[in-house]
């Protein structure tokens, strides 16, 4: 099972204090650093010093770290031309030396989009696939030919389908809880899927609903990877589960059952749960983002016993 760092700095957090976290994610041998792709604060907490940007983040990450592998959950359709984003990723990746990973939704924040004048169109999936294909398209293309598209929403002409990843492909992460065109979509374009925030028994009907599009796809539903996101809140003792419950605005008891919350053992059973239905890799949202002993909890007693 593969523990990632997922976190949500649009709550409040400099680009230093996510540089910390991402080398504690490397230090203490996570897998990867996520973060999320927004530009506004949800709930009661003053968001200060404001926003970050995921891929101008995650670029000096790049440079700052070696082996763990980047990416975001989920960058958001809205904010960035499709030809834009897969010249971003691309570059990202040269940066880090092919350790990037690209997480690509629709948004869905409505209120960040009015916040910061980013158009909000009413179809956003049908463009989301129109973005799939051209930045997939676009990465795929060989060097000396060109790539042109005809879609609905996005037209491209004779791009050079320049820069190239530097891994040859880059993992293209597709997520939610759409019961019949997200798995579609999945099954043509991602190599991995995840389903935010849910229970076992929910996330087993979606992992099933894409391995039932992969095959109908003709493509080999164990070629996918499982995942899923899910808040992290673990301590020693009932005590220290509490006081980082209380830091981060939640119940110790709808984050035990919405997430994975209380001893290490716990935790540990919760996610071998997750691993029964299917799930390879979980990201580890982690909300309080200076609470570094939380990680070295986790690495030292959950992820230990996972390995």
């Known amino acids: 099972m593969d523990l990632r760092i997922f976190t949500e700095p649009q709550q409040g957090a400099t680009y230093d204090t996510l540089l910390a976290v991402a080398k504690a994610t490397e230090d203490l041998g996570f897998d990867a650093f996520f973060r999320s792709d927004h530009y506004l604060r949800m709930g009661s907490v003053d968001g200060l010093p404001g926003p970050t940007d995921a891929w101008i983040t995650l670029a000096g990450l790049a440079r700052e770290t070696s082996r763990i ?5 989920m960058t958001a359709g809205t904010f960035r031309l499709p ?3 897969a010249i971003q990723v691309a570059q ?7 350790r990037v990973e690209l ?5 869905w924040f409505e209120e960040e989009h009015k916040a910061y004048g980013i158009p909000f169109p009413k179809e956003k999936f049908a463009r989301l696939e129109e973005q799939l294909a051209i930045v997939t398209g676009l990465w795929g293309t060989p060097p000396g030919d060109t790539f042109s598209y005809e879609g609905t929403h996005y037209q491209l002409t004779d791009s050079p389908a320049l820069p190239k990843p530097a891994q040859s492909k880059v993992p293209v992460l597709i ?12 099954a043509r374009y991602a190599d991995e899927f995840n389903i935010p925030f849910a229970s076992v028994e929910d996330s087993e009907r979606q992992f099933g609903r894409v391995r039932a599009a992969a095959d109908e796809a003709g ?3 164990g070629d996918l990877v499982y995942s899923n996101a899910l808040v992290a809140c673990v301590g020693k003792d009932d005590a220290e589960v509490a006081r980082r419950a209380a830091v981060i605005g939640r119940e110790v008891a709808e984050l035990k059952a919405n997430g994975l919350a209380g001893s290490p053992a716990e935790v540990v059973d919760k996610i071998g749960r997750y691993a029964e239905i299917g799930a390879s890799r979980v990201y580890l949202q982690c909300l309080d983002l200076s609470d570094l002993d939380h990680l070295e909890l986790i690495s030292a007693q959950v992820q230990s016993q996972l390995s």
């Open 92 to 98: 990202v990746d040269q940066m880090s030396g092919g």
């Open 83 to 85: 030809g834009v984003l």
């Open 175 to 186: 997520g939610g809880h759409g019961a019949k065109r997200t798995p579609r979509l999945a």
């Open 69 to 73: 592998r980047l990416g975001t959950l």
């Open 219 to 221: 493509r080999k539903a």
């Open 103 to 107: 997480g690509l939704g629709a948004g």
